[in-house]
């Protein structure tokens, strides 16, 4: 049991019943994820002593956030209270050729408006061995991106391991604005995760040869990627999620992972989606749990891929499976047979 | 069916499930209301050609709230798109002595920005009757205010009835900014609406000897806040909701109106709760319909007080019923019967 | 247990989530109801062998009728198939000063349609006791009233005792007619059931001096009734049941038996009410099921009240309790007190 | 925005939850629906001005129907009240093997009873441009037939393009009856809409070598069908649909258009299935759309078919997208990622 | 219509709602199945007259175990009252790569208690034409194995037909005990079902070359089994089913059968999953249907698993489908078009 | 913020939908509670540092207890894993003259399996203030009895003070053995809580001329029982709670408090009933949150009855209520308007 700190946003998500659209639904259903907050679930659902940091407004959709994450056994003692409002995200499932559908109600969250003296790192930090933050905690603004400087910098002071997904999101800032403020961070990252999207918007790093709409990877281009990655930023790791999207239904999952010198291909998922939303940090969550507790690196890639293949089956934002799930089928059982 | 035009904001409501807390309930059920909405709705219920006037934002939650209006009869070619969100109400259902709580979300919505240039306001009144505004409207901001003193001008140049129900909103201004800005519109306004509380809070006109809380109404004191209103802005009309507040499951609901020199108390309903917001809204909406159609003093009061008795025993915040309802509680059977 | 037969109409009941009204539902809780079902659902309840006689289509909504019959204990072999549709009525909950409402659709269905070669009362009768029918049955078209003819003139001839509740119904016949028709069956009838209107509306007898939305009852004016009633139709037991509508949430229940020269009037009931639908027919099936045993004619007015009382608490059209539950309240037990 | 004007059935669907059989469903989900009223709800989603005209009971159920047109922005002015009932069809949802099921209960209805005095068409067809119905609305009954071809002719006179989607229904009528009733509306129609079933069971129009069940199309036989559909009836265009059923959860689905002397067969989409009801209605919307607004040839078609694809992945009757989705699809892009 | 008599255990299903896990879901589907009870109902649903016998406790909640089999037609007369209480069991439905999960809390149940004089199998058997029993039963107590016995022993003597689905449960015995106890019953039994681990870990009688988890049959292991377990057992007939287990969203599904010296292997079906428990026992329902009516070998095989291919698509662990059903299935149409 | 040590049972509890009985409901609702569970999360939602003592089965039942328990902020850090089973409860709404119905199925529980050395009470008392028990937990069985002794003894010993509420359960002890076992804990115990026949039934003690059903309270009656009740067993604190059942629907709720040889009587509450399941749990929960913070004896008395009055309003067993929002009503504000 590890301590890790992650810090972001959590928002209240709102999705229409079943596969209906924003315009039919007469109700939504409500849980409360975001990068962060998705990353440290599946942490403390590993076993891990996961704390989130954030700040939700002073009120009972505040309060039902911070209840969320204690819920799942997340550390909730460094959610800040204040500020103006819980962001929103409004999330409408798709299938087949409908692609799922996100309407952003985020601005003026109390997180995006927190304030560097809102956070004591030197605290939070005690006792962590980890420090998890994605590329949307400083899009959400530039005070919170200070506020990250100043995490990273107490994360290398007190010895954590920090990882970065660069996740980029073109709502919240431009590529050009992202390139410069995330180019900060980067000097403390040791483990990098991103898409293949994100290292092009971010630092504008290029896969070469590979049609992402089309479902086919060129295993070529993202070590290409890996490696302009790490000579640039001299990360330790660099995680790539390789996801084919056959259609909002189906899609192809799978990962590589470039460290100490050596490109690691995972196996391919064929995934029957259920919700796809957070599958992403469902890898970085795998990925941080399996990097912290020693697994080789490609028991770690494999871990990494079987959670997040798992987290595409599970309803809301963050991956409800535990470590033994995850290795029945990293083991190779996705035969799916009836567990009694 | 006279053509009725509202400004006002209509917000997405959020409602925890039956009786839960925001902190237990899994999903919120959804609804599209607001305080010049609710009039709006009412009003198509009745028959007339109602417009609503409005600025949601270009995204499907917008289109939601459009189709809202739409599917109960309302004129929606008015409401503008553009602008940043829409607002946002959590509201959840009290009982017994626990008291019904609303959480506002509602900042930084599309009709808070909305501009004086957003509004035609020439073209809206052709053909109409009446317009109606609230309190509400003019507390999301300055530019709105100032889109409603335009509305006034408008209505009053175009020959319309003017209503106004002052609607106080401590959470959106003070009294000495809404005494104020109010007080510019009273001039327009031939109708006004208040509770027991708009007249101090707004204008600092105090109704003596009337306890809220303990649910005893003191006529005499609401003669004297109709009187002193009609002496300083010259109104035609000036009608006040009484209610009396037993617990959150069980209201005492009546009216007084003031007209042509005379006061008209209305008969008291006894009122098991369904959904009490709005409550004051279908009041509203009753008594615009009433006076459009030139119902009697007593018949116009006596109509406003059942609708509104009968929103209370609604779902939502419109009130959704007919004036052929309406009239059979005015006629005297409250007695539930059912109807086959 | 006793073999008691109940022929009539079992129709699709569809009615929107809670409190909402028609045109807000976004669906419909489906149960499977109709007076005469009614009553056949309370006497298995009961432990009594309960066969219903009717006519359904031959689809999977008729199936579904049979089901929920079957369910709940009932004989369906007498249930035929065939005709065009199964019946179906829309029923809308009120509250408070808002009636609940009722819309029919009921026309066209197979029971409507059915004709005297349907059904072998010879072969159903065996080995009854009891014949129950209402005055809903012979409403449904004119062969239909020669069936429950039939069925009156098999009864006799088997030596069973049969009740009617007149129930009448202005949707589907005059007063005229109802009485004309209705006047055929008397002499076949041992226990003839009615509320303070079906007298007057099918055999023009009149309650004296009876204010029904008002509440107030006349116990003089029931006597009346009752020994008019059995005056002209030379009834062994006549019962009539005394609703005082406060409001559609609370009503007060309770009822008069003339039996043996003597009238019992039932302890009253205060009600808050969760599902007034069927609340006569529960009166009808714990009135048959204690006479049927033989209970003094106290016990059989209170154990009906009793039950009938239950049955306002309970959703859907049937009476989901069990004697020893009619008889805790029977005894005086109406605290409300958890049973664990 | 053009002004379109849709002729036919509204009914209420009545669905199980979920997967659930009829038998088993507690409750069923309630949308209105019918092949021309979710044509109407298509062109209003593309933001034609879409009219309605139909018959509804006047009762709340109607007004259901009518506000859930409006809800989607249908013109509703048009939608007599009077008649009988509305309408009612049951559908379970199949999956895999087990086929999706209806179970009519339409017969009756107040449409299925409309006169020709119902319908003031010239005053309907006032600045329209298109006219649209189906083969169901002329089954309902002989008198609604005679309504249809005083539309059709009004519609030739006042300069509108027909289209007519043939819709065979064997509960409705025999291939011998609708024959000959269709063949008077012919030669009013412009643009015919069939597939591969309908041009054999209404006018005896075969395609050869078509093995629908088993999924395989044959390009040749459907050349065949509108080859001898044009040159029966001198349509300027006839569409079909190119259905292939692999299960109840999965379909392949196509289309082409004959017109202008040329075939066009659009792309094939392999769909999930979520609600495959009303994918041809929606094949009818997407194609009117595309042919009032001057797309080519092959554009309509293409439009037309990815509308419909889309419709398969969207919950009731109605296809609810927007231009811009269709033509995102249109464009090539199926592979449903997130839009966020 | 034959007498068939099922002896087993019937448990409250609780399932979390949708996909949800089960630490996720604020409420459980509640459906009543087991083993035998799935078998029963699926031959009250084809017609027959079956029988369950078992034995629940005398509450609320054994009654309703026993209103959801009278629900769907059995005769729930030798359905015992007594004992402690109802089985429970958690079903959670996976999906893709996520298994579902089974949580057994059926300890201690009615049926677990019950004694050898809680059945009076003469009486029970009368007129009965078959006995089915699963390896279920006996594995839930020792006493419970001797009223196995008695069963097996009555029915023979009174000329049933008696078949036993092996059904190993880990969870209640071990292969040892399961072995010996399963060993006594075997003589008395005609027809033997099992999938292909049963016959292993019950009699250690193992398939060559079978790789279950990969999805590959081997129809030459499976004669192995089958051949070996007659010659142990001197079965009249056995039948193994064969699934594939791709994901727990699909599967394939076949089934062999050999009697009269033949092996009949039926064709395969690619099934997209709803609802997959239940499926071996739908399985037994239809075979047991199609033995019992003499169809021909190869047309019994067909018709149960069609039969349990279609029970793969629906909610709950009963096989709601009729005779007429699968016959179109098992007749070739497997394509899902919609029968209106 | 003080730590309170609670111990005791959580158990699920399976409630109907709505009104509906268990025969009825297509599901359960599913809370987990207990009486002791119920007063932990009362403190916790107060602010206290809540622990809350317990065995739970290590399945994902069991966790889901405990993540109820951590989503309201209670330590679950001594919620030991391990013995059989979660145990169950059913709980039917009541309504009006029906009572709520809870059907237990509690048996075999891990907690009622516990042995002494699953709890190491000196870590657990470590840093605490408080420790509370109820007569359900050594209810459970003999060797749980023991633990509680054991945890009285260490509580002494670390100078904590200890409150008991005496909750007598018929169903799982005689009043003999309940006298005799809980004997043995008063020596420890410092507050105890009772209602007006808990006093009776496990020690008694008689409270004089109490008509409970009735709903009539003597005064004179709950201080001889306080007074004896003292005598006997020397508490610091008597607390007696006194219903009055009016119906399932409406209730009398008031308490007494007899401390520092002062009686205390609260005022009264006419409570409309949401859900009174844990009303005397809440009762106690406030109690020594007042009593713990120094409240004046009078102030403790009427935050405990406040407390309780709010939590018959609110869904599910525990008392969702802030401090704040008891105070409200305390003050006086009972009238349920709406809070803003």
Redesign the interface.
Known sequence: MKKVVCFGEIMLR?AP??????????????VYGGGEANVCVSLANYGEEAVFVTKVPE???G??AV??M????VDTRHMVRGG???G?Y?C?K????????????R??SSISGAQRSDFDWEKIFTGATWFHFTGITPALGDAVAECVLDACKAAKKAGLTTSCDLNF???LWTSEKAGKVMAQFMPYVDVCIANEEDAEKVFGIKADNTD????KLSHEGYKDVATKLKERFGFKAVAITLRG??????NNWAAMLYKDNEFYFSRN?A???????GGGDSFGGGLVHALINNYSNSDALEFAV?AS??K?????DHN??TVS?VKA?MG?????????
């Open positions: 709102l019943v079943g596969y209906q659209r924003f315009e039919q639904t007469p109700s939504f259903e409500a009120n009972p959709i309060q039902a209840n969320e204690r819920r799942y056994g103006e409002r819980l929103i409004f409408e798709g299938a087949s050729q409908r692609p799922s559908k996100v309407v952003y109600d601005a003026h999101r073109k709502n992402i709409t089309g479902g999207s056959i259609s909002a239904s189906d998922y995934v029957h989606i259920i919700d796809r939303v079987a293949c798992l595409h089956t599970i309803e809301g409800h499976v799930e089928l190779g059982d996705g035969s799916g047979r009836v567990q009694r």
